[in-house]
């Protein structure tokens, strides 16, 4: 499987970003999707999740800026980031929990990263 990961940039701040992840291969389902990020000198963290129904998680200090969605007709989900800020700055990383044709499990799978810079 794989997970191709687009939209990042340089944006200014006060900018939106929409980022997208799409899961490719001998795909079964999907169940929760999400997006987490890793600034420089800092670890991973979660930004948001969408399970396959459309529910939805958040880190609580995006909530309200931050939008995530998916298309599960696609395979894709999608970040939606509005009111960017220079902290914002991060690679964000997409996962996906996907069964794949003829495995036994669920597994996790990682996208490469897309990097946002916000700078002015």
């Known amino acids: 499987v794989q997970l191709q990961a687009s939209g990042g940039g340089l944006v200014q701040p006060g900018e939106s970003l929409r980022l997208s992840c799409a899961a490719s291969?001998?795909?079964?389902?999907?169940?929760?999707m999400g997006w987490y990020r890793q600034a420089p000198g800092k670890q991973r963290e979660l930004v948001a999740t969408?399970?396959?129904?459309?529910?939805?998680t958040y880190s609580d200090s995006l909530k309200g800026r931050f939008a995530i969605s998916r298309d599960n007709a696609e395979n894709t989900v999608y970040l939606q980031m509005n009111s960017l800020k220079p902290e914002d700055t991060a690679v964000y990383y997409c996962?996906?929990?996907?069964?794949?044709?003829?495995?036994?499990?669920?597994?996790?799978?990682w996208g490469q990263g897309t990097l946002v810079t916000v700078s002015s």
């Open positions: 996962n996906a929990n996907i069964k794949m044709s003829g495995a036994q499990f669920w597994v996790n799978y």
């Open positions: 291969g001998r795909i079964v389902g999907i169940n929760t």
């Open positions: 969408i399970t396959h129904s459309g529910s939805t």
